[in-house]
């Protein structure tokens, strides 16, 4: 791989029609999960009368889940040397769940519909971004993760946007606006399966099953350090759930409360694809330190906040940071991953990753629960700092850039 330095100074022609389509059918379903999840943490707290410390163990299952079931799906893609098709199942099973929110009477069935959900992000992500680096070439990974990213979440903030309307105009019928959520999901999957075609398998992706112990032994230390790092990261970055807990506990309306997660995607969405094409062109360790210096500044503000203006402050600091190394860490991984092996690969990172988000989640709503929400932020700015020492780290042991 070379240093960024090397990449050609020629304008890169313009990212395949696909990488669209797969921007827009992550759009759409983030369209229907997020008018479910942005009113999800108030539902179970105050309809259902969960506690804070369940509603934590509840998203970092949730959120776990769907990141180990990628190590799974990763693994098949590999196997069967085809993407699409695990995506599709994916994608199918997320849009299933939904009617299971306006129909469920009990906690059980919200926790029940909730893991299934995340199941099916699970199964279609690790193909997804192993799809989107077998479109387009190395030059141009940064991009086309950005790019997708942007539009996934451009769904993140206008789902949320979307229900607190409907949510004015109904009187807080949480029931009708899950109903609503039903059709964005149909419609991604209906979009994704005519409207993305699969690239054939390259020669070198016939060496057989990944699963094989000769295989995973080509996953190089480089590889295993992006995984690290994304661990240390998870940690520092818990469920987004806290965010709107935070808002509720300032004072803000009910109906209001999915607004901060429109303001935090909406800075989110407008950074991922500029700093994913940045990433193209500089160093991914540089880029990655700062980011995690502006969720540092964003745990400090939500610590501190009073009122809206620092909470919104915080939030926008939030979603600037996911903008700047969430795509930046898919290509991370795919830099450093063999192309035959690069569904195992994000399948791993993602299983790695998952482990960190249920305990970041259990942890943040233990701290939230007997210490206080500012003991949860800084808990999460300390983590930041300790990610930003395992770059320093490795950078000193001389790894080269992903």
């Given at each position: 791989?070379?240093?960024?330095?090397d990449?050609?100074?020629?304008?890169?022609?313009?990212?395949p029609r696909?990488?669209?389509?797969l921007g827009?059918?992550s759009?759409?379903?983030?369209?229907?999960?997020e008018m479910?999840?942005s009113?999800l943490p108030?539902?179970?707290?105050?309809t259902?009368?969960v506690s804070?410390?369940v509603v934590?163990?509840i998203?970092?299952i949730?959120?776990?889940?769907?990141l180990?079931v990628k190590v799974?799906s990763?693994v098949?893609s590999?196997?069967f040397?085809?993407?699409?098709?695990?995506a599709?199942?994916g994608?199918?099973?997320?849009?299933?769940t939904?009617?299971?929110?306006?129909l469920a009477q009990?906690?059980?069935?919200?926790?029940?519909?909730?893991f299934?959900?995340?199941?099916?992000?699970g199964m279609?992500?690790?193909?997804?971004?192993?799809?989107?680096?077998?479109?387009?070439?190395p030059a141009?990974r940064?991009?086309?993760?950005?790019?997708r990213?942007?539009?996934d979440?451009?769904?993140?903030?206008?789902?949320?946007?979307?229900?607190?309307?409907?949510?004015?105009?109904?009187t807080?019928?949480?029931?009708?606006?899950?109903?609503?959520a039903v059709?964005?999901?149909a419609?991604?999957?209906?979009?994704l399966?005519?409207g993305v075609?699969?690239?054939?398998?390259t020669?070198?992706?016939?060496r057989?099953s990944?699963?094989?112990?000769e295989?995973?032994?080509r996953?190089?230390m480089a590889y295993?350090?992006?995984v690290?790092?994304?661990?240390?990261?998870?940690?520092?970055?818990?469920s987004?759930?806290?965010l709107?807990?935070?808002?509720?506990?300032?004072?803000i309306?009910v109906?209001?409360?999915?607004l901060?997660m429109?303001a935090?995607?909406?800075v989110?969405?407008?950074?991922?694809?500029p700093?994913?094409?940045?990433?193209?062109?500089m160093s991914h360790?540089?880029?990655l330190?700062?980011?995690?210096a502006?969720?540092v500044?964003?745990?400090a503000v939500?610590a501190l906040?009073?009122?809206?203006?620092t909470?919104l402050?915080g939030?926008?600091?939030w979603?600037l940071h996911m903008?700047?190394?969430q795509?930046?860490?898919a290509?991370m991984v795919a830099g450093t991953?063999p192309d035959d092996?690069?569904?195992t690969?994000?399948g791993?990172?993602?299983?790695v990753?998952?482990?960190a988000m249920?305990?970041a989640?259990v942890i943040?709503?233990v701290?939230?629960?007997?210490l206080?929400?500012?003991a949860?932020?800084?808990?999460g700015g300390?983590?930041?700092?300790?990610?930003?020492?395992?770059?320093?780290?490795?950078h000193a042991w001389?790894?080269?850039p992903?």
């Amino acid at each position: 791989m070379p240093p960024r330095s090397d990449v050609d100074a020629a304008p890169a022609p313009a990212l395949p029609r696909a990488i669209w389509v797969l921007g827009f059918v992550s759009m759409l379903m983030d369209i229907s999960s997020e008018m479910v999840h942005s009113l999800l943490p108030l539902f179970l707290v105050s309809t259902l009368g969960v506690s804070v410390i369940v509603v934590g163990v509840i998203e970092g299952i949730a959120e776990s889940t769907a990141l180990i079931v990628k190590v799974f799906s990763g693994v098949l893609s590999d196997h069967f040397r085809r993407r699409k098709g695990l995506a599709v199942f994916g994608y199918a099973l997320g849009a299933l769940t939904k009617p299971a929110f306006a129909l469920a009477q009990g906690a059980g069935m919200v926790v029940a519909a909730r893991f299934v959900d995340r199941i099916g992000k699970g199964m279609r992500g690790a193909p997804r971004d192993a799809l989107v680096a077998d479109l387009v070439p190395p030059a141009q990974r940064g991009a086309a993760y950005g790019l997708r990213q942007a539009l996934d979440t451009v769904g993140a903030f206008a789902g949320p946007l979307l229900a607190t309307t409907l949510m004015l105009l109904w009187t807080s019928d949480l029931r009708a606006v899950f109903w609503v959520a039903v059709i964005p999901g149909a419609l991604a999957v209906l979009l994704l399966v005519v409207g993305v075609r699969e690239p054939e398998p390259t020669p070198r992706a016939a060496r057989g099953s990944p699963i094989r112990r000769e295989a995973l032994r080509r996953l190089s230390m480089a590889y295993w350090g992006v995984v690290a790092l994304g661990a240390l990261f998870t940690l520092a970055r818990f469920s987004e759930a806290f965010l709107v807990l935070r808002a509720e506990q300032l004072g803000i309306a009910v109906s209001l409360v999915p607004l901060v997660m429109v303001a935090m995607n909406v800075v989110y969405a407008s950074s991922a694809y500029p700093f994913g094409k940045l990433s193209d062109a500089m160093s991914h360790g540089v880029l990655l330190a700062w980011g995690l210096a502006v969720l540092v500044a964003a745990d400090a503000v939500l610590a501190l906040a009073t009122g809206w203006p620092t909470l919104l402050l915080g939030v926008a600091l939030w979603g600037l940071h996911m903008g700047m190394t969430q795509g930046l860490l898919a290509a991370m991984v795919a830099g450093t991953a063999p192309d035959d092996l690069r569904g195992t690969a994000f399948g791993l990172f993602n299983l790695v990753s998952g482990v960190a988000m249920l305990l970041a989640s259990v942890i943040a709503g233990v701290l939230w629960e007997r210490l206080g929400s500012q003991a949860t932020f800084i808990a999460g700015g300390a983590f930041a700092v300790l990610t930003l020492l395992g770059l320093v780290v490795r950078h000193a042991w001389g790894a080269r850039p992903a």
